[in-house]
């Protein structure tokens, strides 16, 4: 497993922009962390943990949910062992914990099934 720290949540009006970071710490998977491909998933309140985007390992392939493709963008930094999560014209229905996950496989974390680690996620709250 490898350890995700997210950051970057908060509170923004409709129609905001936000910036979501995940460091990852994989040494102790012995992995690096150019083996794992990324993802950033949201929870709402009452609702189950949605994919919102995904990136490969190498960063040259990346899917969104269909909600937030044109507003939204994943990226990742591998010297720095980080990924981002871009998002512009937020609405309020996107409120929700934002969640990092990691694994080897892009097919497994666009599944959202069986992902090998997960951060604590961070709260996103858009207000109308």
């Known amino acids: 497993q490898v350890q995700l720290v997210e950051s970057g949540g908060g509170l923004v009006q409709a129609g905001g922009s936000l910036r979501l970071s995940c460091a990852a710490s994989?040494?102790?998977?012995?992995?690096?962390?150019?083996?794992?491909?990324m993802a950033w998933f949201r929870q709402a309140p009452g609702k189950e943990r949605d994919l919102v985007a995904a990136i490969s390992w190498g960063g040259g392939t990346t899917y969104y949910a269909d909600s937030v493709k044109g507003r939204f963008t994943v990226s990742r930094d591998n010297a720095k062992n980080t990924v981002y999560l871009r998002m512009h014209s937020l609405k309020p229905e996107e409120t929700g914990v934002y969640y990092c996950?990691?694994?080897?496989?892009?097919?497994?974390?666009?599944?959202?099934?069986?992902?090998?680690?997960w951060g604590q996620g961070t709260q996103v709250t858009v207000s109308s």
């Open positions: 994989p040494a102790a998977s012995g992995r690096t962390f150019v083996n794992y491909a």
């Open positions: 996950a990691a694994d080897p496989s892009i097919d497994t974390v666009r599944a959202g099934s069986g992902i090998g680690s």
